[in-house]
């Protein structure tokens, strides 16, 4: 009886060991099977999912290494089309780019900027007003009207003491194209106006003596060079057109009289000297003192803000 309960007990204790020896093959992997965890259904839909993210994620970058190395993996067809592409990418820039640099062109145009071949970039405005080198002038002489394209009318002559008094009744009378600023120019700012095609004179108007009170006058040519060859007037008549043939005032004193009334008690064979200003003939581009007794015409200007 106790050698059969052993012979149980054994058999009980060593049944897997023993079937696995002595069972068939096939049964041995059913047992394996059995013994082993079940796999998860969601872990394996997931796999395939898995997999194609990754090739996404992996095929730029063999794209792109095939495209830099060297051209020996990349079909000629393939690499031919990725030049023509940039091509046509830079093509596209650039027209994109020209449209637009002539929409800007357009729209300036339209807001009355203009290219002048001797004063640059100019800006015409209403009321026959034109913006020039950082000044706003007044496209016709005092005496003249704008008519919309050009300036009519006879332009006034006055002395320097008239001319102040004019504008000054002026700006009291409203103004001129809605400004009540409007002032005589000084003689670099008219000077900035002069056009002299066939050149300049050497001379400058620190040359002329000590009487030239314009600071840096070191640099302004007194005249045009050759009188003969002058365009008159010296000046850009497209900008300012019936412009005359004569001397303009600036608000520059050129000389004044002597402080010393025994000066000419004195001196009885001097001329007796009278105050002048400077002032441009657009005749000739000639910048000189002039008597302030002398009638000249009279140009506005104010500064551009």
Known sequence: MKALIYVKKS????????????????????????????????????????????????????TVSAMYDGGTNVPQKYAEAVVFNAHETLRDMREQSNKKQAERERAREREGFRQNARYGEIRLLNYGTVLVKGRHWARCSVGQSWDGTTCTGTPVSATLGEAKELVRIMMRSGGYAGYTDWRLPTILELESLRVCESGYHSWTLGQIGGLANIPKSKNIRRSCNDLSEIRQ???????????????????????RGP??????????????LTPSNYALDFATGDISGHSVSRSYHIRLVRDAR
């Open 11 to 62: 058999r009980s204790l060593g049944s897997i060991f023993f079937s696995r020896r002595t069972h068939s093959r096939a049964g041995c992997i059913r047992q394996i099977n059995q013994d082993r965890p079940h796999a998860d259904p969601m872990k394996i839909a997931r796999l395939p999912f898995i997999v194609i993210v990754l090739g996404l994620l992996v095929s730029p970058f063999a």
């Open 233 to 255: 007037p010296t000046i850009e008549n497209t900008v300012f057109p019936s412009t005359p043939k004569g001397v303009f005032w600036s608000q520059t004193f050129h000389m």
């Open 259 to 272: 402080i010393n009334p025994d000066f000419y008690v004195r001196y009885p064979t001097m001329k007796k």
